[in-house]
């Protein structure tokens, strides 16, 4: 089992930073896949951005390429989301996904909230 805790979150206004860490525990996270998700009020989950399980390869949704940047550090069992030039429809609860062959984990989600 891995246990999952998402922190970094908060209220931040239209343009400004926020850097969200995804925390393991039980188990290495080395070898996962692993994704930030986000949820806003009413709308489905969507996949933000996601790191294999080396870092060498990323990917993006079109609405946050050139602002998000995902990032992973082995070592210390964590992975990272900057968030750039935040904009009002960032707005969301972020989740942090880690799957490896048939399993599959989430947190429980850490809230940001952009005002415009």
């Known amino acids: 089992q891995v246990q999952l805790v998402e922190s970094g979150g908060g209220l931040v206004q239209a343009g400004e930073s926020l850097r969200l860490s995804c925390a393991a525990s039980g188990r290495t996270l080395s070898g996962y896949h692993v994704g930030w998700f986000r949820q806003a009020p009413g709308k489905e989950r969507e996949v933000v951005a996601s790191i294999d399980w080396n870092g060498r390869s990323t990917g993006y949704a079109d609405s946050v390429k050139g602002r998000f940047t995902i990032s992973r550090d082995n070592a210390k069992n964590t992975v990272y989301l900057q968030m750039n030039s935040l904009k009002s429809e960032d707005t969301a609860v972020y989740y942090c996904?880690?799957?490896?062959?048939?399993?599959?984990?989430w947190g429980k989600g850490t809230l940001v909230a952009v005002s415009s």
């Open positions: 996904n880690a799957k490896i062959f048939d399993m599959n984990f």
